[in-house]
């Protein structure tokens, strides 16, 4: 029944009025002393099962994205889903928009928490459209509304409603999978997203244009977001801040990738993100950033536009083996010449912009 | 004897009434049998699935019960009730907790738990998520235990003639021509329960096609 395509008249008016509800509201999130205790057979505690949390306090303002990252076994995915209480906190208190999360009524408190995880959960028995209205279901919204809701979200991560959404999830690739993940998880407009390694399983091709996507998709969404994941590189890339935890699932050092990779805040930390981290940190600067050096003869110098991240910029430079390359403008003007020592002095001046990435 | 025809359909011709009486007595056992033990099962396979400790046991009585004649157990059970419909059904009943309780298990331990850990994250309740996630994503696996009952379950049926005249359903025709040495009747039982069990289980298979219709579509990817 779900078949039927949308014509004019009041799905059409639904559209109209559900447009607005894809960017209405991101809330903050706080984590104030939260503990995981597992206990052992005889109620004793066991320090460092895996899984464990130990004293997490840091706090998420609202439409930012935090990246969870650590060693497996160090408690992102406790952390995480201590926030929809699937996983109940032994101590402290998480505050989603300042209410603490254990006074809320559980089920309407999920409802509201967008939730995406690595295997995706799609149901398999139901149709691509329904699974995108699973939660609009559950909370009572029109058949009409929630096809109309579904589509919308469809055309937002990129799958042609008309093509996708009376298949079911056993015929979608598994990037095609992860997109409707997060346009289900999307699907009552949450004000905070819960996103469990949503890209692990796929390709790193596939994973990098989904990570792209999200990216755009998050400036105009402006939700807030806690992301786990074990890849440096994806926290980096993703995150607006990043909470690396250690083993034991203590809190090792939090603040935004920049800050991270160029101030370790201890041994672990420096051993986690990899003695690359200089190099990681140019990821996080375009050519736009640069401060550029008066071009000369420029006769087959390689060219960069804006948005070419400097360490791509760089490698281009050491495999061309060339004293520099052009850096261009918006317009595809020559604004200067890059080489090799203004990209290394790059990193000495202020920590990167967040907003100028991508 | 010898000059009997293999098939004497002069006979046939004569007991086309009685025997459709006796196909509607046969499916009629059928499916008090397949319903009852049904239900049963479904009440053992939930609490095997909540108490899984209680599982081992469920399945070492269902297997026991399976393990008695059935040639004994409706002889048995004439002296407490008789030769009545109960005598003909409890066996049945029993006889088919074995093939739907397992089945039943395995269909809800077959629910992925992906599945299960965002429906609990999206906010279903507990009844909601067994009646909207687990009991659809079950049933391949329940009604193949529902195909193995009622095909071994309309087998089972003919050996209620043993229980008198009036039961039996077209096992009767069986049993009355083992006694006058009638190929015609031996036939006629036995070919139709076949195709009984054969049609049913059919019939079974286009249910599951329509309550599933997410199985087939694999095929169907671009």
């Known amino acids: 029944m779900e078949a039927a395509p949308l014509t004019t008249g009041p799905a059409g008016v639904e559209t109209g009025t559900t447009r607005s509800e894809v960017r209405s509201g991101a809330a903050s999130l706080e984590f104030r002393g939260v503990s995981k205790t597992y206990g052992s057979g005889s109620g004793a505690v066991v320090v460092g099962t895996p899984g464990a949390v130990n004293d997490l306090s840091f706090q998420v303002p609202a439409g930012a994205i935090c990246v969870l990252v650590g060693p497996s076994g160090c408690g992102k995915t406790t952390t995480l889903k201590m926030v929809n209480r699937l996983i109940e906190p ?84 598994g990037g095609e999978r992860q997109r409707v993940g997060v346009a289900r998880a999307l699907a009552a407009d949450p004000p905070l997203m819960l996103m469990d390694e ?54 090792a050092q939090f603040g935004p990738p920049d800050e991270i990779l160029s101030h370790p805040a201890s041994d672990f930390v420096a051993r986690f993100v990899g003695e690359d981290r200089g190099l990681k940190r140019l990821s996080l600067r375009t ?19 804006p948005a070419t991240k400097l360490r791509d910029a760089l490698s281009i430079l050491l495999v061309a083996d060339t004293r520099g390359g052009i850096a261009l403008d918006e317009a595809g003007r020559p604004r200067g010449l890059v080489t090799v020592d203004n990209i290394a002095s790059a990193l000495a001046d202020e920590p990167a912009n967040p907003r100028t990435r991508e | 004897m010898s000059s009997e025809p293999l098939v004497r359909w002069d006979w046939l011709a004569a007991h086309l009434g009685p025997i459709a009486g006796r196909i509607e007595q046969h499916l009629y056992l059928t499916l008090i049998a397949v319903s009852v033990g049904f239900a049963i099962s479904f009440l053992l396979a939930t609490v095997a699935i909540r108490r899984r400790r209680l599982y081992p046991l469920i399945v070492v009585v269902t297997t026991g019960v399976y393990t008695i004649p059935s040639f004994a157990l ?10 009545s419909v109960l005598s003909a059904e409890v066996p049945l009943i029993m006889y088919t907790l074995v093939l739907f309780v397992p089945n039943i298990v395995a269909g809800f331990d077959a629910v992925p ?33 529902l195909r193995l009952a009622t095909v071994s379950t309309i087998g089972l049926v003919t050996i209620t003639s043993i229980l008198g005249d009036s039961l039996g359903g077209l096992g009767y025709y069986i049993l009355d021509g083992y006694h006058r040495t ?41």
Not at chain 1, 140 to 153: I, N, P, V, Y
Not at chain 2, 114 to 130: E, K
């Open chain 1, 90 to 173: 032994s101590a402290g208190q998480i505050l989603l928009d300042g209410v603490d999360v254990q006074t809320e009524d559980v089920t309407a408190l999920r409802r509201r928490i967008g939730y995406v995880i690595q295997q995706v959960g799609l149901f398999p028995h139901l149709t691509v459209g329904r699974n995108v209205a699973v939660v609009p279901a559950l909370v009572g919204w029109s058949k009409a509304r929630q096809r109309a809701r579904s589509d919308e979200l469809l055309s937002l991560v990129g799958l042609e409603p008309e093509r996708y959404r009376n298949r079911y999830p056993a015929q979608l690739s």
């Open chain 1, 198 to 251: 949503p890209f692990a399983a796929v390709d790193p091709i596939a994973r990098e244009g989904l990570q792209d996507e999200f990216l755009r998709l998050q400036k105009e969404l402006a939700k807030t977001i806690l992301f786990v994941t074990h890849d440096v590189d994806e926290a980096i890339k993703m995150g607006d801040l990043i909470a690396v935890l250690a083993e034991g699932g203590r809190l």
């Open chain 1, 287 to 305: 050519v736009a950033d640069l401060k550029v050096e008066p071009i000369g003869p420029a006769d087959g110098l390689p060219t960069f536009t």
């Open chain 2, 74 to 83: 409706f002889a048995a059970l004439i002296v407490f009730s008789g030769p």
């Open chain 2, 113 to 145: 738990w992906d599945v299960l850990d965002s429906a609990d994250g999206m906010g279903y309740t507990p009844g909601q998520r067994w009646w909207h996630v687990e009991l659809p994503l079950a049933i391949p696996l329940v009604v193949a235990g």
């Open chain 2, 182 to 222: 009638f190929t015609t009747e031996i036939l006629v039982g036995g070919l139709l329960s076949i195709g009984l069990a054969v049609l049913a289980d059919l019939g079974l298979v286009l249910l599951q096609r329509v309550l599933t219709p997410w199985t087939t579509a694999r095929e169907a990817v671009r």
